[in-house]
């Protein structure tokens, strides 16, 4: 089945730093999200794409949709204690009614004060 | 603002047991799913549901599994029988279109 790679695997930073993570597959994707999931929580959206070269933001966070359909980026910007928790991607193949999400393995951030 | 409920929160159930976990997606959301997350581990898709049928389902939801949308607002997943490794947090989740999904707290399945 399709499968999606997140790279790093996890990362310390200082508190202020800015953040680049990155989500890639074999696979073509219509649509990539981006989640952050806190201990014993679900995930929570952060930012949808949708267009290949898509650049969207959401407050610090800004996410870019790869040219090639292949790959997704996360960024976040000073990075503050409260962004500690680990980030998904998810991509899905068709816009077809039902068709699931494949997420990656996650990029589990901390941030030192 | 609106959110997914899942109920109940923690569910402890012998091996062999059936249950049943509780969904109540977003009010006008069309789409509805089920994943679950093996502690330590991604989250896995199970199965999609619109107009009131199953339009996908992963190699995990076999025969066992079962889901349906009693009432137009509840939401349910059935395991008929569990086995220790159905053990995970189970996520419910719903979206108003195809290329979204929003998740709730999620259902921590422990089968002993």
Redesign the interface.
């Known amino acids: 089945g399709q499968q999606l790679n997140q790279s790093p695997q996890s990362m310390f930073i200082q508190e202020g730093e800015d953040v680049s993570m990155n989500c890639t597959s074999s696979s073509i994707f219509n649509t990539w999200l981006w989640y952050k999931q806190d201990p014993g929580e679900g995930p929570v959206l952060l930012i949808a794409l949708y267009k290949a070269g898509e650049l969207t933001s959401n407050g610090r966070l800004t996410a870019q949709f790869g040219i090639t359909r292949k790959d997704s980026f996360l960024n976040i910007s000073a990075s503050i204690p409260s962004d500690v928790g680990i980030y998904f991607c998810a991509g899905q193949l068709s816009v077809d009614y039902g068709q699931n999400f494949v997420f990656g393995p996650g990029t589990r951030l901390s941030v030192l004060p | 603002e609106p959110e ?1 409920t899942q109920t109940p929160s923690h569910q402890v159930t012998q091996m062999g047991q059936e249950v049943i976990l509780r969904c109540v997606p977003i009010s006008n959301h069309l ?1 509805f ?1 089920w ?1 679950r997350q093996i502690l330590g ?5 199970l199965v ?4 009131n049928e ?3 389902k ?1 190699e995990i939801f076999d025969d066992q599994f079962s889901v349906e949308r009693p009432d137009g607002s509840n939401f349910t997943l059935k395991i008929r029988s569990t086995k220790l490794e159905d053990s995970a947090m189970y ?1 419910c989740a719903s979206s108003g279109r ?9 259902t ?1 399945l422990t089968v002993v």
């Open positions: 997914v789409y799913y994943y581990q991604k989250v896995e898709f999609s549901f619109y107009n199953i339009s996908e992963s996520f195809p290329t979204e999904a929003f998740f709730g707290q999620g921590r």
